[in-house]
């Protein structure tokens, strides 16, 4: 005789946890690949009388944009990725998995200039499919290696800096290139 409870508590868990894991991927890739992640013009609420006035908070909100809280975003996606193939991947190093991570979180952004659908299915494939490797064989994952791992990132610290400013370097001429085009288009 099996309790109620211990088949619908346990069914009730795994639903809650698949529905918010769904949601905050959906959010997370879907954002990642948007070209335009600035949503907020903050050169619009320039509206001085003074064309050097509003140049130059122009220059400072792409500088703020662009410069500041951009790079934060990469590290967040590189993070949130990193995170689910240190608990993942049994064989790779700490600095292969965040190779890879930022491999992706690169070509995501890199695509989404060219075509934000291409982006995004790029971007929703490492997700998904640790949900599915999750719901086949939830004993591959390994939260000891996972913490191992994470107490290695500390000793390749540089990697991590180089590969963040690679990231910031590829935005901004991925940046300026679709300034080019757009001069060029009009």
Known sequence: NINLNELILPLLIYTLVMVVYALFIWKFYRFMAKRDIFSLDLRKGTSSKHKTFRKTMSVLAYVLEYLIIFPVLVFIWFGVLTLLIFFLSKTQSAQTIMLISMTLV???RALSYYKEELATELAKILP?????????????????????????????????????????????TLRLLLAVKRKISH
Do not use: G, H, K, W
């Open 106 to 108: 690169s070509a995501v």
């Open 128 to 172: 998904i499919a640790v949900l599915a490797v999750f719901v086949v064989e939830p004993t591959l994952f390994s939260v000891d290696l996972a913490f191992q791992r994470i107490q290695q990132v500390s000793e390749i610290i540089y990697v991590l800096m180089n590969y963040l400013m690679f990231a910031v370097a590829l935005e901004f």
